[in-house]
């Protein structure tokens, strides 16, 4: 009886240490994450909220005595004349981008999803732009548009369309970052989104033919609901690249002109970096009404996908 129970006893301490040891494991494998994410995210976003809070200038930075100033900074945003328009011009390009990317990455990808001669070939040619750097994309859009040596304006001439001011004037300048942005991100649509065709079975298509269905309604009925997953992360993490949006904006237009293609993202660079006289609060709280924004549209998007699961 003293031998099972000692038997026991050692069969629990042991069981206990195996525990200990998984537990010590799992926030071993943890730890990389952790770090990172305090090192590289954590960390930087801790001192953008401190950085708008205080009224760091050049002379603070070189003295260390930036005061701290409270919500001086964001009341001072809010109230800028830039604050109308940039919030509208990033709203638009958003909107426009993620609707144009993933209606022609889904129609390109529905395409390649039938097997035919260099299908792959082509599929692969599609994948250029987003392997690109972003800083020879936009440049070469603005070769593209330019007004007086541009390719599209060559072409319009021909047609005998008069050409366009796309960079330089207010009415085009951000359609021109747009449609360059949208060049920019199909290839990403049309990966995610042809690999979500892939995984759907080929039978409820055969099984809705043989129901009569046509292609518009198997479209409709199949391919879109079985899309949802994919379709969720593709417009999600194409709204977090996009609200971001910087190099392609800033090398084109770099806002302008007057004002006409700013976003938060080149407002908050022009006032921490863009000046003489660079304002880091003004440009930190910009940068922070961004990260609210994008978090703002994160949670919308994802309770509406929430609220058409559920239905």
Not at 155 to 182: F, K, Y
């Amino acid at each position: 009886m003293l031998l099972a129970r000692d038997t026991a006893v050692g069969a629990a301490t042991s069981a206990q240490r195996r525990r200990r040891v998984g537990n010590w494991s799992g926030w071993a494998f943890l730890a990389p994450v952790a770090i990172y994410l305090a090192l590289f995210y954590a960390y930087p976003l801790y001192r953008n909220i401190d950085l708008s809070l205080r009224n760091y200038t050049v002379r603070s930075f070189v003295r260390g005595d930036a005061p701290f100033i409270g919500l001086t900074n964001y009341q001072a945003v809010l109230r800028d004349p830039t604050f109308g328009p940039a919030l509208t011009h990033t709203i638009v390009f958003t909107a426009m981008s993620l609707v144009f990317q993933y209606s022609i990455g889904l129609a390109l990808a529905v395409f390649f999803n039938r097997r035919f001669p260099l299908s792959v070939t082509l599929r692969a040619l599609f994948l250029v732009p987003w392997l690109l750097p972003l800083i020879v994309s936009a440049s070469t859009w603005s070769w593209l548009l330019n007004s007086e040596s541009g390719v599209v304006n060559a072409g319009l001439h021909a047609l005998g369309i008069a050409p366009v001011d796309w960079l330089t004037s207010p009415t085009w300048s951000l359609v021109s970052v747009i449609i360059a942005n949208i060049w920019i991100g199909v290839p990403f649509n049309l990966v995610l989104l042809h690999s979500g065709l892939q995984a759907i079975p080929v039978s409820l298509y055969e099984a809705a033919a043989l129901d009569g269905a046509g292609g518009w309604r198997r479209f409709r009925h199949i391919t879109l609901p079985m899309l949802r997953p994919v379709t969720a992360i593709t417009l999600l993490l194409g709204l977090i690249y996009t609200l971001k949006v910087f190099d392609i904006i800033w090398i084109m237009t770099r806002g302008g002109p007057s004002d006409s293609s700013t976003t938060f993202a080149t407002w908050s660079y022009r006032l921490g970096f863009g000046n003489l006289l660079p304002s880091f609060g003004l440009g930190a709280a910009v940068g922070n009404l961004l990260v609210v924004t994008a978090l703002a549209f994160g949670l919308i998007y994802l309770r509406t996908q929430r609220r058409l699961h559920s239905a």
